[in-house]
């Protein structure tokens, strides 16, 4: 976090310095804030790991998205054909997930996936109550779920 409060401090001071203020120049001067972190996270141990994390974040963008097409597509063919497919349930999901931050991103994704829910936490913070809309094939679900949950915390760890 502390990178990137530095990356937009150098942003906002490139906009300031340039005396251009736009959008691409915004973007600018994140790229080159960017750049700048990348080079001195050798040196400054707050920084390090911070340039790994924005290709990680792609990554995981392009992920989600591609995720959430699947489920809407799946919960849209569901409900749009007599025929319904869904077998819903509730799961005790395992989570390798333990601050309040981590917990709170995955089942927040997870409740933006069309056709699942997070419902709760367990006391000791291990096991998120899930309700899937489609659980014909739980371990593929379970399977699904921790390689969400892998890549949050690739990000955030």
Not at 44 to 53: D, H, I
Not at 74 to 95: C, H, L, N, Q, S
Request: glycine share 4%; proline share 3%; aromatic share 14%.
């Amino acid at each position: 976090m502390i990178g990137f409060f530095w990356n937009v401090c150098l942003a906002l001071a490139w906009v300031a310095l340039s005396g251009s203020f736009t959008a691409w120049n915004l973007f600018a001067g994140l790229a080159f804030g960017y750049l700048a972190l990348m080079v001195l996270q050798k040196h400054v141990p707050a920084l390090k790991g911070y340039s790994r994390r924005l290709p990680r974040l792609i990554s995981f963008s392009l992920f989600f998205i591609k995720e959430l097409v699947k489920a809407n597509f799946r919960v849209a063919y569901d409900v749009a054909t007599p025929v319904w497919y869904m077998k819903p349930g509730v799961i005790a999901f395992e989570m390798e997930a333990h601050t309040d931050a981590e917990i709170m991103f995955l089942s927040s994704f997870i409740s933006l996936t069309p056709g699942t829910l997070s419902l709760d936490v367990s006391d000791d913070r291990r096991v998120l109550y899930i309700h899937a809309m489609f659980l014909q094939d739980e371990e593929q679900l379970r399977k699904d779920l921790k390689e969400l949950e892998f890549r949050i915390l690739k990000i955030m760890r």
